[in-house]
């Protein structure tokens, strides 16, 4: 058997030149860019390379890590529970890394292990080489024998290469025992570490919790302790509202009692039934304050002088006997009504000039057949109240009401006398009186309209409907309570109250339908209005329910004090009309919505449907505001 001389080629150290250190120059650091510093090492023949130097980075990040733990002990002996917070701190740092740094100690252990072997094997090597020359050189003469000893001599390396490779292969196999056993410790380590850390954070966000609440404590019993202040302030303010004639604009409390509101819409509709008794009793009725030919309301007046003068205390809202008595002898006081006859100072419209009048009286000298019957439009005559046209040439048109002669006249007859020159025919209780008149000229003015200002007499029966500012002038009230009622009664204030309520909306509604058709026989189909219905089904979707027809509708509000003033018209609010003599409530024959900005929606005629138009005021009964 022959054995082959197998040459292992020694490794080779380049000594001849010391590696050189350099160190780059620092540079400027972009984006994500993490520092890196280069040990460049420079060998003979060979190319240059570049290693890492993590030592120093190292160094650098072990004296950061050491500065941070000082400081977190140091900080954590400072505060309660700080030792808990730090092993907090520590364990979750571990089960973060739990074993990394022990596992890089192993590996650069084995690595080490490894370099030290391969350099001694290498020496071994090396000297075995030299010894071997040096034999071959001395000992020529005897090759053949000196040949036999190197083969022993070989042999003998080998089993000496042989003894150190089973040397390292040992201290491998028990390095890698180690590893292996230290891998399955860091398995068990890390399932005991994750319940632990699970543990100790748990108690650290427990601990983390009542610390915050210790710390917000202050700050919330202060913020409490504000808002208590704010609370009981509010409470405060709202008992001085109540308590006061301010407390009519805000919701009354359930007390168990009537709201003022409703006490005085109950007397407002027991007296205004006495006055639509004496109209059907033909009496003629004439307010004390108009406004463009309709009544003035004074429902906010007399429940604002009620306030002021009672609204101070439980009475403010609270209508027990005590409260109604003292409502009662306020509306009392500023909504009357006699028979006797007085002179006033009215706006009148244009003016007719001058008009040539006779007199005449149901006799059958005055009437012929018609004696004692009714008037052309069906009403009964009445002296100083009705007023004749010619029926083929009229002066004015029938419903119209003419102020002459220190009177309001209303056209509601009609004659066959234009033939002699005359423009209006003057009715008279007693035939003596007719002849008496017998035939003059007078000026005439249009009743509806501001344009002029006439002075009447009024007779039959006068209706006072004072105003706040009127009942100032009866001088029963403290300086103190004019400047309040007059505080009060601002426009602005009442604007502000009405805004929240339901007209807007059915001002809204009414903008809609315009373009619908009319028809009296659809009405109550979609697309299809006449004036009644359109006004009734618009409330109908805000929750009010009125009647069916214009003059009912015109009742209702008027019997529950619903009328309202010109000035005060807001979007929502009703206009009631009386273009001729039908029979009904005040001769209402038609109605209108207001929007807003001097316009009006209504269902107008078949040829013109529901249209907006400028608000209309001639021929007005009344406005009104149906909640």
Known sequence: ?????????????????????????????????????????????????????????????RKLYTMASVSVKKASEQMDGGEEIRDSVEMIQTAVHPVQPAAEKGKQLYRRKKHRDIRRQKKRNSRVHSDTEHAQVSNKMRRKAA?????????????????????????????????????????????????????????????????????????????????????????????????????????????GYDSPRTVLCEYYKEFNEQIMKLEKDDYVITYQNTEDGAPVSNFNDTLMVYMVKYGTGQAGFVMDEEGKKNLKKVF?????????????????????????????????????????????????????HTLAVDAHSPKVP????????????????????????????????????????GKRKVKAYLADGDENTVEVSMSGTLVHNLTYEDYIALDKLSDDQVKLLKEMMDSDLWDSYYDVAGGGAVAE????????????????????????????????????????????????????AMIINKKDLKPGDLIFYSYKENGEF??????????????????????RGVVLDPLRTNHVVFYARPY
């Open 1 to 61: 058997m022959e054995i082959r001389k197998v040459e292992e080629k020694p490794m080779v150290l380049h000594t001849r030149k010391k590696p050189t250190l350099h160190i780059q120059k620092k540079k400027k650091l972009t984006g994500n860019d993490k520092p890196k510093s280069y040990i460049q090492v420079r060998g003979k023949g060979r190319a240059d390379k570049k290693e890492k130097a993590d030592s120093s980075v190292k160094i650098r990040n």
């Open 147 to 255: 040949g036999k000893k190197e083969t022993g001599r070989k042999g003998q390396n080998k089993s000496r290469q042989g003894g150190s490779g089973v040397h390292s292969f040992v201290k491998s196999q028990m390095l890698n025992s180690f590893l292996d056993k230290f891998s399955t410790e860091k398995e068990f380590s890390q399932d005991g570490l994750i319940e632990g850390t699970t543990k100790t954070a748990k108690a650290a966000v427990m601990m983390a919790v009542q610390m915050i609440m210790t710390a917000l404590a202050p700050v919330l019993l202060g913020l409490f302790a504000v808002v208590g202040i704010i609370g009981v302030i509010v409470v405060a303010v709202i008992a001085v509202i109540y308590n006061s004639p301010l407390s009519i604009f805000f919701p009354q409390p359930d007390t």
């Open 332 to 384: 009392d006081e500023m909504n009357y009504y006699d028979s006797s006859s007085s002179t006033a100072q009215i706006p009148a419209g244009a003016s007719l000039g001058e008009v040539v009048t006779t007199g005449y009286c149901s006799c059958s000298i005055c009437c012929g057949q018609w004696a004692g019957g009714h008037t052309a439009s069906g009403t009964v005559p009445k002296g100083n």
């Open 398 to 437: 029938m419903g119209t009401k003419i102020v002459m002669n220190g009177h309001t006249y209303k056209v509601e007859d009609t004659g066959n006398f234009a033939r002699y020159g005359t423009d209006f025919d003057i009715y008279f209780d007693t035939h003596a009186e007719a002849q008496a008149w």
């Open 509 to 560: 509604l009414a903008m809609t339908k315009i373009g619908c058709h009319y028809s009296q026989e659809r009405r109550y189909e979609e697309g299809y209005y006449d004036c009644s219905s359109l006004v009734q089904r618009l409330y109908k979707e805000v929750g009010i329910n009125l009647p069916a027809t214009a003059s009912t509708q015109g009742e209702y509000c008027y019997q529950n």
């Open 586 to 607: 005040r001769n209402i024959s038609h109605v209108a919505i207001y929007v807003g900005d001097g316009k009006m929606v209504h269902a107008a005629n078949e040829n």
